[in-house]
């Protein structure tokens, strides 16, 4: 069948349509939208910014740094003794009757209590005591306690009191707390199972 000049003209024009749609179909999805464009451009500037100000500021992060190592160095130095619950709990005890000793107050009852965490820093070891003592002798040791060389703490007192012929008596009931450095935990070992063996959960 002939191709007539006309019915070739009308099938170039055609294709040169289609190939028109085509190519701006093609550059309208590649190229975005101005808009969106702009907000992008003004998202990056203000990260740019923002990632400018904290490097402006690294000397001040680097000083606080230095700063709060050095404090927590201080205070690390005046845990108790002892790289374990066991002797910093029995230094604790000795520590505190000694001082009850020394400013007149009976302890009939002392009791260690459970050791707590305080994460990646220390462990916290506490004693639980019974006392006998009057109010002038309970300041005279509270005042010791706050002044130790060491941190100690006094985290809960009850106080009951009893009206004896001559003076006036109080029964404190107090928990006192010290700290040491936490123990550096041992990665867990993941050896492979032997062939042939299953693990148990």
Request: charged share 30%.
């Given at each position: ?21 085509g ?41 606080r ?9 201080s205070d690390?130095s ?19 009757k ?15 209590q ?5 994460p ?5 070891i ?13 300041v ?27 003076r ?27 062939p042939?063996?299953a693990?148990v959960?």
């Open positions: 069948m002939k191709v007539t000049p006309r019915e070739r003209m009308s099938i170039l024009i055609a294709v040169g349509a289609l190939l028109a749609v190519i701006f179909y093609a550059v309208t999805q590649l190229i975005p939208d101005s808009q969106s464009l702009s907000r992008e451009v003004e998202l990056k500037k203000r990260m740019l910014r923002s990632q400018r100000d904290t490097l402006s500021r690294e000397d001040i992060y680097k000083s740094l230095d700063q709060y190592q050095k404090q927590l160095e690390t005046r845990f108790l003794p002892g790289e374990n619950a066991s002797i910093a709990g029995a230094e604790l005890q000795r520590v505190v000694e001082m009850a000793d020394q400013n007149g107050v009976e302890i009939p009852q002392r009791n260690i459970p050791d707590k965490k305080v990646d820093i220390a462990t916290k506490s004693v639980r005591i019974e006392a006998n003592c009057t109010p002038d002798q309970l005279q040791f509270l005042a010791a306690i706050e002044s130790y060389e060491r941190i100690l703490k006094v985290d809960e007192l009850v106080i009951s009191s009893l009206r004896l012929q001559r006036f008596e109080i029964h404190p009931s107090m928990v006192i707390s010290g700290y040491i450095r936490a123990a550096e935990e041992k990665p867990k070992d993941k050896s492979p199972a032997k042939g063996t693990n959960s």
